[in-house]
């Protein structure tokens, strides 16, 4: 199975400075990885709200290609750059020239000379596999050669379905700046140990609580009718616990799959919630539905 990202965007960073600014920049520790390397990190507000959140594969010692799954170009340019003060430090919005997407249960081919590839191990869909960042200077004809190895990609109704069974939530339909970065459970987007970068105080203290404000859940309500994004969630005593982020549908078994931001607290894996007069259950962070 794989899938191609309809509208990535994708920041190619370079300068001396490159390494050292988006070290301080993101909420990963990228002091340490390598040409060829991977991670995922978080640009944050000083509130530790997320304004992006990227798949950063290293080039070189000067060479950063930033890939979020989705998102507004110009504000999220312009919050990655906004501490650029004196820094030698360039970026550009080259996500006309790339392909990005996933593979699961295999890697990507070899696909040809002048092709630039990068690879991230990440399981998004129920298996492992790896997202694929390709540079080429003719992305249609790249594409077809994809279509050609791999056959027909899931659609973005099959897509969002398996994600939601992996628990795997993107951005910026589900983690934005609604939210503190590690309530969204990605604490493998964060570095506990490396020291300041923006938004690492409420981060720490948030860590150090032992105890966050709300939580990213997974919840399957009855019936396939749509439910409005940020629409209220009610718990236990018709008490509103926390609100609608996405919803699909599965046609199949109609039902409506959301990702719910929830109370920290408030409810146990399980429970019965409603919202808009419709009754859903709450999963448990390992449970598998589709």
């Known amino acids: 199975m794989w899938y191609l990202q309809p509208s990535p965007v994708v920041f190619k960073v370079t300068g001396k400075d490159a390494r050292r600014y988006l070290n301080n920049r993101l909420s990963q520790d990228l002091r340490s990885v390598a040409a060829g390397g991977s991670l995922i990190a978080g640009a944050l507000s000083p509130q530790g709200r997320v304004e992006g959140l990227y798949t950063v594969y290293i080039g070189a010692d000067d060479l950063f290609y930033l890939v979020s799954d989705g998102g507004e170009r110009q504000p999220l340019f312009a919050a990655l750059g906004r501490y650029i003060v004196a820094d030698r430090v360039s970026i550009i919005d080259c996500s006309s020239e790339v ?57 973005a109704s099959e897509y969002d379905l398996k ?57 399957v309500f009855e019936g396939s009718e749509p439910l409005p994004e940020q629409a209220s969630v009610v718990g236990k005593e018709a008490k509103p616990i926390g609100k609608i982020l996405s919803s699909f549908v599965d046609s199949a078994n109609k039902e409506r799959y959301a990702f719910a931001l929830l109370k920290n607290g408030a409810y146990a894996a399980h429970d019965q919630v409603h919202c808009e007069g419709r009754v859903g259950t709450i999963l448990s962070s390992k449970e598998n539905k589709v």
């Open 163 to 219: 994600r939601f069974d992996a628990g795997f939530p993107q951005y910026p339909t589900e983690i934005n700046d609604s939210m503190i970065l590690t309530e969204s459970g990605l604490r493998e987007a964060v570095s506990f140990q490396k020291g300041c970068y923006v938004g690492q105080e409420v981060i720490e203290r948030s860590d150090a609580m032992g105890k966050l404000p709300r939580r990213l859940e997974r919840v």
């Open 99 to 155: 392909l990005f997407g996933h593979l699961a249960g295999a890697t990507i081919p070899d696909l040809g000379e002048g092709v630039v590839s990068f690879s991230h191990a990440c399981c998004r869909i129920g298996e492992a596999g790896e997202d694929f960042l390709v540079l080429t200077d003719k992305p249609s004809d790249l594409r077809a050669n994809l279509f050609h190895r791999l056959g027909t990609p899931l659609s």
